[in-house]
């Protein structure tokens, strides 16, 4: 039955999706919200640019729910929050999920729910919590037919990479990707790896399941799109971007190229032609 709320997620025709990510202003981190300080204005703005899916917090998404209509982008219901972000870390880590979280996202019409798989250096029982996290989310999804979506993150040291910084390295992202399977997402939404050409090995490690790449960090078009197309290349469903998307001086362009590459096969050098086209 999850497999039903999947189908207003992927596109009929080339089976893949472009979620965009605007849940950071969940994690209490000032830097984080560059781009969405009037949350109205970038929804407004994202549902313009039609994207298959717009990722939001309980709290923000009535913004794209309530707005009259079918033809919207999906929603993705962000479901936990943490303190993981910043630099120094606080003393005392934390990893919490709304105890009704999946009877949220049954009421305010989400096609998934989305949680983190955080590994940190040194920091096993933030783990733990999110694997707690994701087993009561299963058991919840299962009863009400609400796919999972797991979020695997493995991080730097904060201290030594000067903040919010993923690790890229294979094995790791390969490993946290074979767990959130094992545990038993519906869908996986995983880094992209340093070296791009090993991303065939993410995809495999989570079997039948689809995956979606995270943006991360800001980066230049032409790099984004070209790594758009090499984990697209590689059997990726989809993507999972945020920054990229929300702080471009072009949401709409760079929406459209995205889309363009996803549903319409479009080279990463004809989709650049996009970005800034009226």
Known sequence: MSHYRLNRLFNPSSGRCLDVAVDHGFFGEPSFLTGIEDMTTAVEALVAAAPDA?????????LLQARPGRAKPALVLRTDVANVYGNPLDTHL?????????????RLDAV?????LLQLPGRPEIRERCIETVMALRAECTRYGMPLMVEPLAMQDNAAA???MVDGDTRKIVSLVRQARELGADLIKADPTDD?????LVVQAAGDLPVLVRGGGKVADDELLRRTAAVLAQGARGIVYGRNIIQHPHPAGITRALMAMLHEDYTPEKALSLVQAQ
């Open 54 to 62: 717009i990722q939001l917090t309980p709290g923000q998404a009535p």
């Open 162 to 164: 000067g903040g919010y």
């Open 94 to 106: 934390f990893s919490r999920h709304f105890p009704d979280a999946v009877e949220q996202a049954v």
């Open 112 to 116: 998934c729910v989305v949680a983190n």
């Open 196 to 200: 791009l050409d090993d991303y065939h």
